[in-house]
């Protein structure tokens, strides 16, 4: 019986490009067509690894460090993670990596930033992956109309409060841990390794203020239990007006694009 060959994995390179006014860490290995992928929330590029790993064998694969998260700068301010900020952090990234179109895999908060991604830079987007993630739009709906989807995001309503602060912060980290990674940790399914790197990213200053500060910039209602639902919920703007900046002004939900009418909505 012939002995089969193991592929090793092509090797993972730690790097930095400026894009939209901070310094971006991020992930890169193998070669050929591009695959960015988007963490979510509290990840980190690395979370990506064991993926990446597989991936890389045919592919140029990138992780980054969102705004706010790990080794990627972290400003200061709710505003500084409106959607237009975090939608030209990727737009830098593709054009620093001299990508002019790449396939996106976003899980969490990576997914809707690739959702928004793909609405307004549809010519940079040639495949676009969700995981664990919904199109924010008809996350918004679902919020509004389905009772048992209105319950499972007033997580939402905490992460915004001052009380996440305290719950939330590089002085708890190992409770953070057991939080987050436990489940994980007792079924085996991350390596000690691995648990060291959520550590790491976990601890570094001012990290929780910043990844807290997605759901404080989110333009996504969630109102409390048996609360109405607005009445105004969408406003109408022409495709050709619509921008990133809707976005971050949008008073409830996101913005997506009615093909059949031929219009954004907000």
Not at 10 to 15: A, K, N, V, Y
Not at 53 to 66: G, Q, T, Y
Request: charge should be negative; charged fraction near 20%; hydrophobic fraction near 40%.
């Amino acid at each position: 019986m012939g002995v089969q060959s193991v592929t090793e994995p092509p090797p993972l390179r730690s790097r930095r490009v400026a894009t939209n006014g901070l310094e971006m860490h991020y992930l890169e290995a193998g070669e050929g067509k591009a695959i960015v992928l988007l963490h979510g929330f509290p990840d980190y590029s690395g979370s990506w690894q064991p993926l990446m790993e597989r991936l890389a064998v045919d592919h140029r694969v990138i992780a980054s460090d969102l705004r706010g998260y790990n080794l990627t700068d972290r400003p200061v301010g709710c505003d500084a993670y409106r959607p237009d900020r975090l939608i030209g952090d990727i737009v830098g990234l593709l054009d620093a990596l001299d990508l002019p179109m790449a396939a996106i895999a976003g899980s969490d908060w990576g997914g809707v930033l690739g959702f928004w991604l793909a609405l307004l830079h549809t010519d940079r987007v040639s495949h676009l992956i969700g995981l664990n993630t919904a199109d924010p739009f008809v996350l918004q709906d679902m919020i509004w109309d389905d009772p048992a989807q209105r319950a499972a995001s007033q997580y939402f309503t905490f992460l915004r409060s001052d009380q996440a602060n305290t719950a939330l912060s590089d002085a708890s980290v190992e409770a953070l841990v057991t939080r987050f990674l436990g489940g994980a940790i007792g079924a085996g399914t991350l390596t000690g390794p691995e648990v060291d790197g959520y550590r790491a990213a976990w601890s570094r200053s001012r990290v929780w203020p910043a990844m807290l500060n997605w759901y404080r910039a989110a333009p996504i209602d969630v109102p409390p239990m048996g609360a109405p639902a607005p009445s105004n919920r969408w406003t109408r703007l022409p495709c050709q007006t619509a921008s990133a900046d809707d976005l971050g002004n949008a008073r409830h939900g996101v913005c997506r694009c009615d093909a059949r009418a031929g219009r954004y909505i907000l």
